[in-house]
T-cell receptor, first 113, second 116 residues
Framework: LAKTTQPISMDSYEGQEVNITCSHNNIATNDYITWYQQFPSQGPRFIIQGYKTKVTNEVASLFIPADRKSSTLSLPRVSLSDTAVYYCLVGDGGWNAGNMLTFGGGTRLMVKP | EAGVAQSPRYKIIEKRQSVAFWCNPISGHATLYWYQQILGQGPKLLIQFQNNGVVDDSQLPKDRFSAERLKGVDSTLKIQPAKLEDSAVYLC??????????????FGSGTRLTVV
């Protein structure tokens, strides 16, 4: 399973754009990159998943360079409610039974007023 | 759509006692996972079911942990006997294969276990 490295913590202010970068040097050809968000006392929540280039949904954007050895989660105009732990995961996304996602330590994002 | 239901929400037991957690996944989700999350760490996969069969339980401490999903729907995770280091949040998640690329796994809120 490809291992991921991401910053332990980040601080930001309301209204700013936040970019969290994840390194995954050993990503396999059929691996997807997935990001989850976790609030205290809740289970992780799926944010976005991508394979290459750029993916955007109503919550975030995911930028993946051509070599796919890293990825960046971009949160536009964060609010206090975006304070959470963000996990970067690499795997086949659970597409095939028998493959599961492995969580690392995550990045603790603190959004300040 | 109802989410993944877990109970109890909290449990406090003494070491060497037994405890069981229950999970009801989203209707129609064939794949079910149990994760253990120790405070300050990311979730660690314990076991994965596909319908009522075990797909992977390589990280399940089988000397004290057991899990079952008899009818391919609800699942229970049991610890017997519990140790202090089992204090953690136990998360259940489910997924639908055809939707997993767009929607990922859906997690429940977990059961917080404290072993004293």
């Amino acid at each position: 399973l490809a291992k991921t490295t991401q910053p332990i913590s980040m601080d930001s202010y309301e209204g700013q754009e936040v970019n969290i970068t994840c390194s995954h040097n050993n990503i396999a050809t059929n691996d997807y990159i997935t990001w989850y968000q976790q609030f205290p006392s809740q289970g992780p929540r799926f944010i976005i998943q991508g394979y290459k280039t750029k993916v955007t949904n109503e919550v975030a954007s995911l930028f993946i360079p051509a070599d796919r050895k890293s990825s960046t989660l971009s949160l536009p105009r964060v609010s206090l409610s975006d304070t959470a732990v963000y996990y970067c995961l690499v795997g086949d996304g659970g597409w095939n039974a028998g493959n599961m996602l492995t969580f690392g330590g995550g990045t603790r994002l603190m959004v300040k007023p | 759509e109802a989410g993944v239901a877990q109970s109890p929400r909290y449990k406090i037991i003494e070491k060497r006692q037994s405890v069981a957690f229950w999970c009801n996944p989203i209707s129609g989700h064939a794949t079910l996972y149990w994760y253990q999350q120790i405070l300050g760490q990311g979730p660690k996969l314990l076991i994965q079911f596909q319908n009522n069969g075990v797909v992977d339980d390589s990280q399940l401490p089988k000397d004290r942990f057991s899990a079952e999903r008899l009818k391919g729907v609800d699942s229970t995770l049991k610890i017997q006997p519990a140790k202090l280091e089992d204090s953690a949040v136990y998360l259940c998640a489910s997924s639908l294969e055809r939707d997993v690329l767009n929607y990922g796994y859906t997690f429940g809120s977990g059961t917080r276990l404290t072993v004293v």
